[in-house]
């Protein structure tokens, strides 16, 4: 009981990761692989203020986010829009985005290295909490609600608002989306942005009940990659599903074997996803 | 290319890998452990760009197959008292199964699902070893302990530089490289020219496996202390993507041309800004996409053929 | 009798809930040119496609000379000598123009390699009429000269059975009769095609026979003459020029 409450306090926390990611992916179509290294300056935010001011990291996600927003949105249209009008077809897009993409991950790695080179530690509401008879750390409550706050606003958003739902529309069809008069271009990099901040937010939440430091980004793009491959792309239900089961799998594994092994743990999941549903959970099969 | 020019090639390889056999004789030990890094990466990212550069699949498990090779080595010759030729002849052999495996699980697969896996699993397989040794062999430390110098296994490395380029020559006048190029160029049109795509993908792929875990395996004895942390970096594989993009994969002997500066640049920087290495690493990733998306050796080309043309 | 190169039967395909093939049957004979038409969303392509191995049939089956293909892969499948080109052509842009009409007769129904394989393409490239054009550069060639070196790939495999889908399509006057003459003449030679195609008097001076498909089914069969002439498929066809 308690691994399974573990288990999805923090699945739900990965669901809001792979949801930035996922509208990166699935809008914008860049597979963005500093996606983890926004985690990480969320993280370093959070720390950064908490220990310099002692404010909360619920506030500081507030600041955060619209920064965030902005320095992805930057980042969209100064670097990879130069690439997706060069490319020549999807397969090159891909491979360029993939080394562009890397390019910033160390570099903002490098940064942020040299900003703060140790363990973000610090603590915040690391207080017992009751549920069911078992005690657990109130930073993880008071993060996974947030996170299914911060989702929850962001599904509305995307099913009953005109511009999101032009996203939506977005990434189902690139050209049929612009067939029928939505500005394709400002939708990928809003889309972009979006899931820049989203990504951010969640990595301050995830700051306060996990211990992060500035080269453990890429760990974090892989989770969310293999949420969104399991869920399958676009797929907001398949997402979150998987996010719970990846948060299942990892503490048990962690709790019950080593938790040395969380990755390993992933990766098998990873392995099975590949060769017996690549297509996502709820995925039909490709034609 | 004419059969004139194709033994001109071979006569100039030749020639430069005689050159580059000389290098012990004239190099004092630190240049000469520099020599031997250069000829590591050279065999790396040539094989590493037999594979990537026609069919544009980025590989980023060079690590893991590295990591074995050098971990087998370790733990043969401590933990089971293994003679370190035997464990040279096993450890590729495991780097190729390993390698086949993971090829015919993803390659059929698009792209994006390759890269991703690869990305991690120099990480899986380190945790993995990590927690094997903690908890089953006891965590005693991996020695590598031979006669062999830095010249030597800089000799065997430069020999199976030898044998990667030939190799290279071959496939890429066989079907299996003309097959490998349809593949790059066009997938779809590939099956229906009659080609077997995830086989040509996973030959290829599986060379490059056994390949690495050979080069680390060799390279072993270097370190003569080995602990899965270090040789199953997953920087190595970053390094080797670079310098063979940033050579350009378009030719056999391009991606030396990327290994020999930046194996120099990173040498400069790792001793005088240590701090810096991967942020260099990130512009070096961006340097390529946007200034040398075919490589040095792409645009020295593309100069010299506008050139022509003025000219003309 | 003639003998049966090519038979569908009863293929379906279904997209999700999308039926795009269905319940389709029909034979193609030896040296027999057939034409596929229908209005445009009709299945025409998705049925080329099942046959060349581009996708999986949900239920029925194809065989070639006898033998099933349809659980065969298009690698296999073109090995056993189905060629095709494709609606929106794909040439290899990386590869000179010799190396992509190579690229057909190395690894399919025909395995030829070196200067044999360098003897055929020239023959083949002036065959389709691309004769010194070899070294220009793909991506600088026309649209028509791109149509012809994707005929001349697939012709490298020597096929038993051509799959041109909407070869014809977007051709200036002039060239289509050159195409239409081409195609005729791969005929004489004895290869067993099927053409999907929308230019009408391409069917009426190729086609021995037709099948005319609308929303996945087939609607009628026989010659482009009578074909033409059913009121169902003038009916399907209101607002097309025929």
Redo the contacts between chains.
């Keep these: 009981m308690d691994i399974i409450i573990t288990g999805l306090l923090l699945g739900g926390t990965y669901a809001l990761i792979a949801f930035g990611l996922n509208m990166q992916y699935g809008v914008a179509r860049i597979m963005n692989l500093a996606n983890g290294e926004f985690l990480v300056l969320g993280a370093l935010a959070a720390f950064w203020i908490f220990v310099a001011d002692s404010i909360s990291p619920i506030l500081t996600m507030l600041i955060v986010a619209p920064l965030a927003f902005f320095g992805n949105w930057v980042i969209y249209k100064a670097l990879l829009m130069p690439l997706v009008r060069r490319a020549k077809n999807k397969g090159q897009l891909e491979v360029d985005s993939i080394l562009a993409t890397f390019g910033m991950s160390f570099a903002l790695v490098g940064i942020m290295v040299s900003i703060h080179g140790e363990y973000f530690t610090y603590s915040y509401l690391a207080e017992p909490f009751e549920i069911v008879g078992e005690t657990f750390a109130l930073n993880r409550i008071v993060a996974f609600c947030f996170a299914v706050l911060i989702g929850v606003a962001l599904w509305l958003w995307l099913f009953f608002t005109r511009p999101g739902m032009a996203m939506r529309a977005v990434s189902v069809s690139t050209e049929a989306s612009g067939l029928v008069g939505i500005n394709v271009q400002k939708m990928s990099a809003l889309a972009f942005a979006l899931g820049g901040a989203v990504t951010t937010m969640g990595g301050t939440l995830i700051s306060t009940f996990i211990t992060l430091d500035a080269s453990v980004g890429v760990i974090f793009t892989m989770k969310a990659l293999i949420i969104i491959i399991m869920g399958g792309v676009g797929d907001i239900r398949g997402a979150i599903v998987a996010a719970l089961i990846l948060g299942l799998v990892e503490t048990t594994v962690a709790r019950l074997i080593d938790p040395g092994l969380t990755l390993a743990a992933a990766y098998a999941i990873f392995v099975l996803v590949l060769l017996f549903r690549p297509q996502g959970l709820f995925g039909r099969k490709p034609t | 290319m004419s059969h004139e020019n194709e033994f001109k090639s071979l006569v100039w390889g030749a020639v430069l890998l005689l050159l580059a056999a000389c290098v012990p004789l004239v190099a004092n030990g630190y240049w000469m452990s520099i020599a031997l890094t250069i000829a590591m990466f050279t065999v790396l990212a040539t094989s590493w760009s037999l594979f990537s550069g026609p069919t544009h699949y980025i590989s980023l498990a060079t690590a893991a197959f590295f990591g074995v090779g050098g971990y087998l080595v370790g733990t043969g010759m401590s933990d089971y008292n293994m003679d370190f030729w035997t464990m040279v002849a096993i450890a590729p052999v495991v780097g190729a199964v390993l390698a086949f495996l993971i090829g015919i699980a993803t390659l059929r697969l698009s792209g994006v699902y390759f890269v991703i896996f690869t990305l991690g699993l120099a990480e899986m397989i380190r945790t993995m070893v990590s927690w094997i040794q903690n908890n089953f062999t006891g965590s005693r430390g991996l020695y590598v302990l031979t006669d062999l110098t830095e010249a030597d296994i800089y000799i065997y490395l430069v020999i199976l530089a030898a044998v990667v380029y030939l190799a290279g020559w071959w496939i890429n006048r066989s079907r299996l490289g003309f097959a490998l190029r349809i593949i790059g160029n066009d997938e779809t049109v590939a099956r229906h020219v009659g080609i077997n795509t995830a086989t040509s993908k996973v030959i290829l792929f599986t060379f490059s496996g056994f390949v690495a875990a050979l080069v680390g395996a060799l390279i072993a004895p270097r370190y003569t202390y080995i602990e899965p942390n270090g040789v199953f970096s997953p920087e190595l594989s970053f390094i080797v993507v670079i310098m063979a993009l940033l050579g350009g994969t378009g030719r056999l002997w391009g991606p030396i041309v990327g290994v020999i500066p930046f194996a120099l640049l990173q040498e400069y920087i790792n001793a005088n800004y240590s701090s810096y290495s991967t942020l260099v690493m990130g512009i070096a990733f961006l340097v390529i996409v946007y200034f040398l998306p075919r490589g040095v050796v792409g645009r020295i080309e593309q100069l010299l053929a506008k050139r022509g043309r003025s000219t003309w | 009798m003639v003998a049966t190169v090519l038979s569908v039967a009863n293929a379906t395909k279904r997209?999700?809930g999308l039926v795009a093939v269905n319940n389709l049957s029909f034979e193609v004979h030896q040296n027999e040119v057939m034409g596929i038409i229908g209005p445009n969303g009709s299945g025409k392509t998705t049925m080329m496609n099942l046959i060349?191995?581009?996708?999986r049939l949900s239920e029925g089956s194809v065989s070639l000379d006898g033998r099933f293909i349809s659980t065969l892969?298009?690698?296999?499948i073109?090995?056993r000598g189905i060629?095709?080109t494709?609606q929106l052509v794909?040439v290899?842009?990386?590869?000179s123009v010799a190396?992509n009409c190579?690229?057909?007769m190395?690894?399919?129904?025909r395995r030829l390699?070196g200067d044999q394989a360098r003897y055929e393409a020239g023959k083949l490239l002036s065959r389709v009429g691309l004769s010194g054009k070899e070294t220009v550069p793909v991506g600088s060639l026309t649209y028509i000269d791109q149509k012809r070196l994707e005929l001349a790939?697939a012709l490298a495999?020597s096929p038993k059975l051509l799959l041109l889908d909407e070869w014809l399509a977007g051709l200036n006057p002039t060239e289509l009769q050159e195409g239409i003459d081409l195609i005729r003449s791969l005929r004489e030679e004895g290869i067993t095609i099927i053409l999907v195609e929308h230019v009408m008097d391409a069917i009426r001076s190729l086609c021995d026979r037709c099948i005319v498909m609308a929303a996945g089914a087939k609607i009628a069969e026989g010659s482009p003459g009578e074909v033409l002439a059913d009121p169902e498929v003038v009916k399907v066809y209101i607002g097309e020029d025929i």
């Design positions: 997209f999700g060349s191995g581009a996708l892969k298009a690698d296999q073109n090995q060629a095709r494709f794909r290899l842009p990386g590869l190396e190579i690229a057909g190395v690894f399919g129904h390699w790939r495999s």
